[in-house]
């Protein structure tokens, strides 16, 4: 959610646009301040921001995105194989127009994976289908060195200066090379240009490395929860760290997931567990559309569909907590993430504030407090540890 300035919004952000009457009253009535959720030094994914707003140093478990998604759609990796997220993608004319390949359909994409899984040996690749545009792919080893770059840093821009870099480079652009053949040739593809939507033209390899060990979360935080979300990473996430992740149907990752489903299993998991963690996508891909209407939209959206139930849950259970925040600003001028801290909203029965007007990046500057990491609020937040000065 967390954004910059935009001329198209009169100089506001797409939080101070937006209408949000529900998480204003949980500021009003919170504690309100800013967080790092990301190390200096590290890249500024939701993978990375995630792992540490769930409580998990990053600079101690992170090992790369691709495992994490293959924990969630609980890959066996066989010995001497790396695993990489996979992007299908739209190139054109040598440029990066969409890194959701026109936010492909799981089905279709799910049976774009198996035409290249067909065409190639195991030894060589493994191809996992995942949700829509965002899968999972199984490489030799002798490819971890590689310097890979996400796609949806580089929407707009000439990708030769963006593949894959280093060791084997030539290997991997060969191989490539042979899956965009593939792709070419795809009914699949053709179907879509036919009803005029962008083809998956290629696949986009990134964020390779081992599988991760990570403690439970009962063991880190001493609670019980869940997750609901539509992606891989987070349900990932879950996977690795003993939560509950349940299917949510309709759950698509975008401004037209299924919002009522969603809270309906996250009402659900607190019937018996401590914590639930509600992610949302649709703010994020708007930004990395940059498309700051439709990210306000969101944002509206999120408001009335997550945090208005959010805040009649509150009501009838007035001991709950709850921690409303980004994983990491999208700024929509940028089309990618950025390192700048995050406003948060930490509501409690007993909370006695900083309290902020509205919910937004500088009513949160403004409270003078700074987390220099979300796992420290995490963990304050788990053990119900107020904080009300400057850490």
């Known amino acids: 959610m967390a954004d910059e300035p935009l001329e198209i919004l009169e100089k506001k952000t797409p939080l101070q646009a937006a209408k949000t009457p529900h998480m204003d009253y949980f500021a009003q009535h919170g504690q309100v301040g800013l967080v790092h959720t990301v190390p200096q030094g590290m890249y500024p994914g939701s993978d990375v921001a995630n792992m540490a707003i769930l409580g998990y140093d990053p600079r101690l478990f992170y090992t790369g995105r691709g495992p994490i998604e293959a924990a969630a759609m609980k890959i066996t990796v066989p010995k001497g194989l790396l695993v990489f997220r996979c992007n299908l993608v739209t190139i054109e ?31 060589k690749a493994q191809f996992f289908p995942g949700v829509g545009y965002r899968n999972i792919l199984l490489l030799e080893e002798k490819f971890a060195n590689l310097r890979c770059t996400a796609p949806h840093d580089i929407t707009d821009k000439e990708v030769s200066t963006y593949l894959p870099k280093g060791e084997l480079e030539d290997e991997m652009l060969a ?25 998956a033209t290629s696949i986009w390899p990134w964020s390779q490395g081992p599988m991760p060990k990570m403690p439970s979360f009962k063991e880190t935080h001493g609670r019980t929860g869940g997750i609901v979300t539509a992606v891989d990473l987070l349900r990932g996430l879950a996977q690795l760290t ?36 509600i992610h949302i996508e649709a703010p994020d891909e708007c930004g990395h559309m940059g498309d700051a209407l439709l990210k306000t939209q969101a944002i509206e959206d999120f408001d009335k569909n997550v945090i208005q139930p959010v805040r009649d849950y509150v009501a009838k ?5 709850v921690l409303i925040l980004p994983d990491h600003p999208t700024p929509c001028h940028l089309k990618t993430h950025s390192h700048a801290p995050v406003p948060f909203i930490w509501y409690s029965p007993e909370q006695s504030g900083p309290h902020a007007p509205t919910y937004d990046e500088f ?27 400057l850490q």
């Open 93 to 123: 004319d040598g440029i990066m127009k969409d890194f959701t390949a026109d936010h492909i359909s799981n089905e279709e994409g799910a049976a774009l994976f198996q035409e290249l899984s067909t065409h190639f040996s195991k030894d």
């Open 175 to 199: 191989f490539i090379n042979e899956c965009q053949a593939i792709l070419a040739q795809s009914e699949i593809n053709k179907n879509r240009i036919k009803n005029g939507k962008s083809p």
């Open 242 to 277: 003993g939560l509950e992740f349940p299917y949510v149907e309709g759950a698509t990752g975008f401004i037209d997931t299924n919002y009522k489903a969603k809270m309906d299993a996250s009402f659900k998991i607190l019937e018996n567990n401590d914590f639930v963690y």
């Open 317 to 321: 259970n007035p001991d709950t907590h």
């Open 363 to 389: 009513s949160a500057e403004k409270t003078g407090i700074v987390f220099d990491s979300s796992w420290e609020l995490t963990s304050s937040f788990l053990q119900k540890k107020l904080v009300s000065t």
